[in-house]
């Protein structure tokens, strides 16, 4: 019978869950997950939350097999295809224009590291600023970018620039205005050019309960009566960034709690 000596022999040492996660796992179904001996486990690792609708949701895994009987295309980089082009009409009627949101759709690539490493490309881009604020305890990826907005940046073997870590929000601490007394203390051009936040952030489970969209109004008042004018954001990121008056993005990484305002970009 095959056991855990095979991953310990073949497998390489660079891994995490199959440390904490100890059982052989042979099946799953929705919330579940099933081990060699048929033990249920509620899973609520999910796949880093990957699995929002369970594992081999019924309804999905219909439409899946129907997709692959037929042939249809698995891999197509960017190409044009009716798969493609459904989906961008579907989400657009779906989600967009019922709620107003004229935006554009990116595809990434299929992890979250991807969407953070565009998200922080565009920020610079349409910003014209190299920094980058992101908060500690937080963790947005393994590949360079996401490193860099990431505390333990000795992963990643060299030095990592421009970026700025904050304490999270905590309840009641007096740090939770560290962002917006930086901000008083610099000039508008060293601005950064994103904040990336994790609304809520797992292992530490702190929720920002809207302190830092509160800050980032009244930051935004402070500066039109000081200089009276409104933003500078680019017009790429105009209608990303309506509620954020002094010109710097928000990259949402995480889907937030529904009492939190809505973040600018989400990753």
Not at 27 to 35: E, G, I, N, P
Not at 138 to 144: A, C, L, N, T
């Amino acid at each position: 019978m095959l056991n855990a000596e095979i991953i310990t022999k073949y497998e390489s040492e660079v891994r995490y869950y199959s440390r904490i996660f100890p059982a052989i796992f042979t099946r799953a179904k929705d919330s579940y997950l099933f081990d060699r001996s048929g033990k249920r486990y509620i899973d609520f690792f999910s796949g880093a939350g990957a699995l929002n609708y369970g594992h081999n949701n019924s309804q999905f895994k219909k439409k899946i097999l129907s997709y692959i009987e037929a042939d249809g295309i698995m891999h197509s980089l960017d190409m044009m295809t009716l798969p493609k082009l459904e989906l961008i009409k579907n989400f657009n009627e779906i989600i967009l224009k019922k709620r107003n949101l004229n935006y554009k759709i990116q595809f990434t690539g299929p992890t979250g590291t991807n969407a953070v490493e565009a998200a922080l490309k565009l920020a610079r881009k349409a910003t014209g600023r190299k920094n980058i604020f992101y908060f500690s305890n937080s963790f947005h990826g393994m590949s360079m970018g996401a490193l860099s907005v990431t505390p333990k940046k000795n992963r990643a073997g060299i030095p990592l620039e421009y970026t700025m870590e904050f304490p999270f929000y905590q309840k009641n601490s007096a740090q939770n205005s560290a962002i917006e007394n930086y901000l008083k203390t610099i000039d508008k051009a060293e601005y950064p050019a994103a904040i990336i936040m994790e609304t809520v952030q797992a292992g530490h489970v702190h929720i920002d309960d809207g302190s830092i969209n509160r800050m980032l109004e009244r930051e935004g008042q402070r500066l039109r009566a000081a200089r009276g004018h409104q933003h500078d954001v680019t017009t790429a990121l105009q209608q990303h960034a309506e509620r954020i008056t002094h010109g710097f993005v928000i990259v949402d990484d995480e889907e937030r709690p529904p009492h939190v305002g809505r973040a600018t970009m989400n990753a």
